[in-house]
């Protein structure tokens, strides 16, 4: 059986992790004198909730532990890299031994807010990839909010590099 699939979630997640090392760079060049912006609060907590996310997702499949919340507040920037590192550290653990099988398989998990569901690991992994997607483009709003340039976090730069 081809694990193409499970290859391509691994490449997607190779590119996550890019990206977001250069958010977090981009955050912590912001200047201490504009870190007391809301604007920087509200980039450094989406950036944790996008990591809260994956932990949440990852212990529903079976493979760590939940977050106290999936949306922290409040979070200091100098413990952001330390969650985003574990968080990529059990991720890679997890994508490391997955194969198309694991890919399609379903399960079962009880939403926070919504009562019970079943679903496949694709269709989660899916929704990752959309949902850091998507937070990440509000990050770089509230950078260029506070007059800084965000980063470039484009799949599609990824795939130019990784070509080279």
């Known amino acids: 059986m081809s694990d193409q699939l499970a290859t391509r979630y691994r490449r997607l997640f190779k590119y996550e992790k890019q990206s977001h090392a250069k958010v977090l760079a981009a955050l912590q060049a912001v200047p201490e ?3 007391t912006a809301p604007e920087f609060q509200r980039a450094v907590d989406l950036f944790a909730h996008v990591v809260a996310a994956r932990e949440m997702w990852l212990a529903r499949l079976g493979q ?12 200091p920037l100098a413990e ?19 194969n198309d099988a694991e890919v399609h398989r379903g399960f079962d998990y009880q939403s926070l807010d919504a009562g019970g569901f ?42 130019r590099v990784a070509a080279t």
């Not at 760590?64 to 979070?75: C, D, F």
């Not at 952001?80 to 997955?98: I, K, N, P, Q, V």
């Open 33 to 35: 004198e504009r870190r």
């Open 64 to 75: 760590g532990t939940k977050p106290s919340s999936v949306e922290p507040q409040g979070v």
């Open 80 to 98: 952001l890299g330390a969650r985003l590192t574990h968080m990529e550290h059990e991720w890679s653990r997890y994508l490391t031994s997955m």
């Open 118 to 159: 079943h679903n496949t690991v694709d269709e989660v992994l899916t929704q990752l990839y959309g949902h850091a997607l998507y937070h990440r483009g509000q990050i770089s709003l509230c950078l260029k909010a506070l007059g800084e340039k965000p980063p470039t976090t484009d799949f599609i730069h990824f795939a």
